[in-house]
C-alpha cells in the first residue's frame, strides 16, 4: 500500500535479522545501550500486580470473613448467590440462586476485573511487566511477532467501556455500602469507627478512578467534534481530563485502598481486631 | 568549568560499522551537539550527523543517547556524570546512511497515505471561523516538530521491519486524530472515513499504548493519552459498539 514501505523480502536460505539487527539499521552487536535501571519500573509493577493477584484470589476463594456489620469487602459485594451471609440492610441480593456453590465474590469480581484488565493504564502495565512487549522504551522485546490487538484475543481490549458502565454500577453499590458504615451492627444511625473511614477512602479512590478512565472521558465529551455546542460536556469533559491525567496513580491507589479494605473486614470478621468506635 | 569526556560515536554506513572511541573537551553549558560540532572540528572532520536550528525546533539531530532516543541539541551535557562514557548512535528503526546519519523516509510515505484535510464545502478562503475551545485538542499535536523520536522508540516498527506496512506510527496516528478532531474538517462529507482508515489503512490495532511515544517526545505531547487513546476509542464507535452504532442509525446524529 505504501510508497517504499513494503518490507525487505529475505534472501533464500538466510533468515532475515530482526528488529534492530534488521540488515539496514546501523550496525551495533548489543540489543540495547541503556545504562540506566531500565528494568526496575516494569519488575516493580509486576511484582505490584502480581502481590495483588495473589491476595485477591486468596480471598476471592476463601468465601467467609467478609462481613463485620456493619462493614461488607468490597470483594463480596454486592452478593449475587444464595450462600452469602445474612448482611443487614446490605447489597445481599441473591440473583443467581441457590445452585452457586462457590464464594459469591466469583460472580461479582468478574466486572471490576474486567474493567482494570482492559483499563488502557493496566494495559501498558503489563504488557510492559508481564509479556515484556516492551519491557522499556528502546529495550527489545523477545517476541518474533507482533500483531497488537488487531486479533484475537487482544482485539477484545475495545470493550472496556462496557466494563466501564459495569464499574460505575459496582461503584454505586460500594458507595451505599460505604453509608451503611455509618450504622452499628444492630443497624442503628449515627455510628462511625475506623473501618467507616476505611470504606469511604476506598470508595472516594474506587470513583477517582473509575471517572479518570479514558472511555469514561471519551464518553462524556471527547467524542465530540465541536466542545462550543456542548458547553456543559465540554466542562465535564475538562475535569474528567484533569483525573484522567493521574490514571496510573489512581489506578495503583485504588488497588492497594481495595485491598487494604478487604483486609481490614476480614481481620475484624475473623477477630483478630476490634473495630475502633468513634461515636 | 571545563573536562575531557569520553564518548562512543557510531561510525558506519550500510554496510557495516561500530563504536568509536573519542575523547574531547566539554565546557559547562554545552549539549551533546556541542560537542559531536567539536569532533567535527577536531578529530573527526568527516562525521556524517544532521542538524539545523540547535533550539529544538527543527526535528533534524534526532539520536540515541545511551540507548535512549533524544535530540542531540536538547541534551544537556551536566545530566551526565564527568566519569560517564556517553554513547551515541543513530536512530536503530531506520535505515542508516552514515555515521549519525539515517533514512526517515518511511515517515514521509506514511506522511503521504493520511487523507490530507478537507475544506469545508460551504467556506472559502477567510471565512474560517473556530472556537479556542474547539481547537485546543488539535493545536497540542500541531507542536509536533517532526523529529520521528516517536517513530524510531515504538516498538511496532522498532522491533518488527515487517511492520512497517501496515503501521503508521504514531506521530502519523496522531496526525489522523487531529484531523479527526478538527471542527472543520469535512472529510466525511467528501466520503472520507476518518476512523475506518486509522484501524484499516494505518494499523491503529497494532498500538499497545505502552507510551514510549510520549515518554521520548520533546515537546512534551501527550500522544498516547490525547491522541491515540481518542482514537481508539473513535475506532470502538466506528467498529466495536453495537450500542453506538444503533444510535447513529437511529438519530442519525454526528459527534
Not at chain 2, 555515521?99 to 487523507?115: C, F, G, H, M, Q
Not at chain 2, 511492520?163 to 467528501?190: S, T
Request: hydrophobic letters at 40%.
Amino acid at each position: 500500500m505504501a510508497t517504499g514501505t513494503d518490507p525487505e523480502t529475505a534472501a533464500a536460505g538466510h533468515a532475515p535479522a530482526r528488529g534492530v539487527h534488521h540488515s539496514t539499521r546501523a550496525a551495533i552487536p548489543a540489543p540495547h545501550l541503556r545504562a540506566d535501571r531500565w528494568w526496575l519500573s516494569p519488575a516493580v509493577t509486576a511484582a505490584g500486580l502480581l502481590a495483588f493477584v495473589v491476595y485477591s484470589t486468596w480471598r476471592a476463594f476463601a468465601g467467609a470473613d467478609y462481613y463485620a456489620a456493619p462493614y461488607v469487602s468490597p470483594f463480596y459485594s454486592p452478593c449475587l448467590a444464595d450462600n452469602c451471609v445474612e448482611m443487614k440492610g446490605g447489597a445481599d441480593w441473591g440473583l443467581v440462586g441457590s445452585w452457586w456453590g462457590l464464594s459469591p465474590a466469583l460472580l461479582v469480581l468478574i466486572f471490576p476485573l474486567g474493567f482494570r484488565l482492559t483499563c488502557y493504564y493496566y494495559r501498558k502495565a503489563y504488557y510492559r511487566g508481564f509479556w515484556a512487549s516492551p519491557p522499556a522504551c528502546a529495550v527489545p522485546e523477545p517476541h518474533k511477532k507482533y500483531s497488537g490487538e488487531t486479533r484475537f484475543p487482544l482485539i477484545l481490549q475495545n470493550v472496556h467501556r462496557y466494563f466501564f458502565y459495569f464499574a460505575v454500577l459496582v461503584a454505586g453499590i460500594l458507595t451505599y455500602d460505604a453509608v451503611l458504615g455509618f450504622r452499628d451492627a444492630d443497624g442503628a444511625w449515627g455510628h462511625m469507627g475506623l473501618g467507616t473511614l476505611v470504606l469511604l477512602a476506598n470508595i472516594a479512590l474506587i470513583w477517582a478512578y473509575t471517572l479518570s478512565c479514558h472511555s469514561c472521558r471519551h464518553i462524556v465529551g471527547g467524542r465530540l467534534r465541536n466542545f462550543s455546542k456542548h458547553p456543559v460536556r465540554y466542562r465535564m469533559w475538562g475535569w474528567v481530563s484533569a483525573l484522567n491525567a493521574r490514571h496510573m496513580q489512581l489506578a495503583w491507589a485504588s488497588l492497594v485502598s481495595v485491598a487494604v479494605a478487604d483486609f481490614y473486614v476480614y481481620l475484624v470478621a475473623s477477630g483478630a481486631f476490634s473495630d475502633p468506635r468513634f461515636f | 568549568m571545563s573536562y575531557q569526556a569520553r564518548f562512543k560515536v557510531w561510525r558506519g554506513d550500510a554496510d557495516g560499522g561500530g563504536l568509536a572511541d573519542f575523547e574531547v573537551t566539554v565546557n559547562e553549558g554545552e549539549v551533546v551537539l556541542d560537542v559531536v560540532h567539536r569532533l567535527q572540528a577536531t578529530a573527526a572532520p568527516d562525521l556524517a550527523v544532521r542538524w539545523n536550528c540547535k533550539a529544538g525546533k527543527c526535528g533534524s539531530c534526532s539520536a540515541e543517547i545511551n540507548g535512549r532516543p533524544r535530540l542531540l541539541c536538547m541534551t544537556r551535557m551536566s545530566v551526565f556524570d564527568p566519569a560517564e562514557t556517553v554513547t551515541i548512535t543513530p536512530l536503530r528503526a531506520f535505515p542508516v546512511l552514515r555515521d549519525l546519519v539515517t533514512d526517515v523516509s518511511y515517515n514521509y510515505a506514511k506522511a503521504r497515505e493520511v487523507p490530507s484535510f478537507v475544506p469545508p464545502a460551504e467556506l472559502g478562503p477567510g471565512q474560517y471561523r473556530m472556537k479556542q475551545e474547539d481547537v485546543n485538542r488539535v493545536q497540542e499535536f500541531r507542536k509536533c516538530i517532526e523529529c520521528f523520536l516517536c517513530q524510531n522508540t515504538c516498538h511496532v516498527v522498532r522491533d518488527h521491519e515487517e511492520n512497517k506496512q501496515a503501521f503508521a506510527g504514531p506521530r502519523f496516528l496522531m496526525r489522523v486524530a487531529e484531523l479527526d478532531m478538527h471542527p472543520l474538517d469535512a472529510a466525511a462529507e467528501a466520503g472520507v472515513d476518518r476512523r475506518r482508515g486509522a484501524r484499516e489503512e494505518h494499523g491503529l490495532g497494532y498500538c499497545n499504548i505502552t507510551k514510549c511515544c510520549t515518554e521520548v517526545c520533546p515537546e512534551h505531547i501527550k500522544i498516547t493519552d490525547n491522541a491515540l487513546i481518542p482514537l481508539k476509542e473513535r475506532v470502538v464507535d466506528r467498529s466495536y459498539d453495537p450500542l453506538v452504532w444503533l444510535g447513529s442509525k437511529i438519530r442519525r446524529r454526528k459527534a
